[in-house]
């Protein structure tokens, strides 16, 4: 019997799938081994990782930060490659500066006001995610650990599903708490009809809804309390890549040969064998997988690293798709729908140069404005602002002096800005705008209009008495990509770090003895959904791709495999 070198074909050309190609491609014993390829659907590398330009502005399209330097893959390739320095200026090149908090009406709000609110919110997500502990030293942390431990109590003993806290029942019981403990109601001078405990609701909601782009979690009532502790971070500050992200991708498919990287090859239906038998054709070995692509064509492997997103697999189990040929077994669908998969989308507005032989430098006096929304059941909100702008947290510019802001949406917010018109767009963060900036404009401490921009290519507008232009807007599409379906994925209540360690199992299952007839490894899973520390990160969708291709090596007893 004659048999083929085996063929690995990697699906998926983002990080995972990059990085594990890349390992198995530089194993010392790999060109005599294996036959390797990577399909990809789209027309390019890199995936939920996509550096792109606007307005002359280095920007990135998904991935932005690395998250903690301290013993970060990504950060180390990014050293080696001198890929974090640059003369030209890109998004978050300097840090944000500290932030300008308005409340909807035009009246900027004291850090007295703002600093209390956002302790307590930090506070209780340290809490939830195992940082901040009883056996503390300091007494303002024991006060605020009695105040988090009656929040989780509480929310324990209402239930929740199957029984189980969400981190938006418990920052909300931390809250009501923490009124309990100072209650006081006073009106705030010079703020309209807010009242003090409307004012820190509002400002609560700006971190609530911050915490909603971190998870990717459209509702904090979706994602699971228990699991927070499990997410680990690593030590360190969080930059962003002055070069781009995705040259950190271009660098790990560098040492790939020409060729082995597959455009436009998107994988339709999987088939695989989870009792099948090794038959014969053609004199060699049947491979038991067959991967057919929406062009029609069909490629045969030994092995398939499947390293598409949450969304797609979960797309990918529906009775409409059948992605998979016999489908996939209970244990891991149920795993694939029980966790949680969202989708957080970036808005670009580019100001406009020209003010109206105004002082040309304005536009620098953006701020990194916080907004403070009412109530949405509230009489005071002001009409004009569309419901998608009410849960969004601030806009800001990129890096201080750029003429591009940003905001950033998840949720439901993120899917209507992926169907607005660049118009509609304008017409709502102009009126967004026009509530936080009123004409004339006493409390804030800029005094003159501030430049605010947002715009279409080929549509122009201003916000109402400022006369400042909005020129040209770019916007992340991630939740209506097919080749995404959404951002990145979290532990939702009703699943748990189980769930992500199921998703990595490999079919057909180790140690099933029903399969045991079965060729072994035929599908394995990478993908930043696959990792129980570190999931929803490049990093962690780095190490994932590690763990696969060294679970092929050793399964050929590949030499220099740790």
């Given at each position: 019997?004659?048999a ?56 990135e ?36 500066d ?20 956002s302790?307590l919110f ?36 209402n ?20 009124w ?15 009242s ?46 002055a ?18 990287i ?49 969304g ?51 536009d ?31 806009i ?78 770019l ?15 979290y ?31 035929q ?40």
């Amino acid at each position: 019997m004659v048999a083929k070198k085996p063929r690995i074909v990697i699906v998926g050309a983002g990080m995972a799938g990059i990085t594990a190609a890349n390992r198995l491609y530089t194993c010392s014993t790999f060109k005599d081994t294996f036959e390797l390829c990577v399909v990809e659907g789209g027309t390019r590398i890199g995936g939920r990782i996509n550096t792109s330009e606007f307005c002359g502005d280095r920007i990135e399209m998904g991935a932005t930060w690395i998250h903690g330097i301290g013993g970060s893959p990504v950060y180390k390739i990014a050293q080696d490659i001198h890929s974090l320095d640059s003369e030209q200026p890109w998004e978050c090149m300097d840090g944000p500066d500290e932030p300008s908090t308005v409340s909807e009406g035009g009246f900027e709000l004291s850090p007295s006001v703002v600093d209390s609110i956002s302790t307590l919110f930090k506070n209780l997500m340290d809490y939830a995610q195992g940082k901040l502990l009883p056996s503390s030293d300091s007494t303002e942390e024991l006060d605020f650990c009695k105040l988090a431990a009656k929040a989780s109590k509480i929310c324990t003993s209402n239930g929740g599903v199957g029984g189980k806290l969400s981190v938006g029942s418990f920052v909300r019981q931390g809250l009501e708490a923490y009124w309990d403990s100072v209650r006081d109601e006073e009106e705030i001078q010079g703020c309209g009809k807010w009242s003090r405990k409307l004012l820190e609701e509002a400002i609560f909601s700006i971190h609530e809804n911050t915490q909603r782009t971190y998870t990717s979690a459209g509702d904090l009532s979706t994602l699971d309390f228990d699991a927070e502790s499990e997410y680990r971070m690593f030590p360190g500050e969080e930059i962003t890549i002055a070069k781009g992200y995705l040259t950190v991708v271009e660098s790990l498919a560098s040492v790939l040969p020409h060729g082995l990287i597959q455009l436009g090859r998107k994988v339709s239906r999987i088939e695989w064998q989870p009792e099948g038998h090794q038959s014969m054709e053609n004199g060699y070995t049947h491979r038991p997988v067959k991967l057919h692509f929406c062009d029609g064509s069909v490629m045969s492997a030994d092995h398939v690293i499947v390293t598409v997103s949450l969304g797609v697999l979960k797309a990918g189990i529906g009775q409409d798709s059948g992605m998979f040929n016999p489908p996939l077994p209970p244990f891991k669908t149920e795993a694939i729908s029980r966790l949680g998969y969202g989708v957080v989308n970036k808005l670009f507005l580019q100001l406009s140069s020209s003010h109206d032989g105004r002082d040309a430098d304005i536009d620098k006096k953006f701020p990194f404005l916080q907004m403070a929304f009412h109530r949405p059941d509230s009489d005071l909100r002001h009409k004009k602002i569309p419901w998608w702008m009410r849960r969004t947290a601030s806009i800001c510019p990129i890096y201080k002096n750029s003429r591009v802001l940003l905001s950033w949406f998840a949720g439901e917010e993120a899917l209507e800005l992926e169907s607005l018109s660049d118009e509609e767009v304008i017409s709502g963060v102009s009126d967004t705008l026009s509530s936080f900036f009123p004409q004339p404009y006493k409390q804030m401490k800029y005094s003159n209009s501030l430049p605010l921009s947002n715009g279409s290519v080929n549509s122009v507008g201003s916000l109402e008495g400022s006369g400042f232009k909005f020129t040209k807007i770019l916007k992340s599409k991630w939740g209506s990509d097919p080749l995404f379906l959404g951002s990145y994925s979290y532990v939702a209540v009703g699943s748990s770090g189980d769930d992500l360690d199921t998703l990595a199992e490999p079919l057909p299952k180790l140690g099933n003895l029903e399969s045991a007839d079965s060729p072994p490894l035929q599908i394995l899973f990478a993908g930043e959904a696959t990792h129980r520390t570190h999931y929803s990160t490049t990093h962690g969708a780095y190490f994932s791709g590690i763990r696969e291709a060294n679970r092929l090596l050793h399964h050929y007893n590949c030499v220099g495999v740790n």
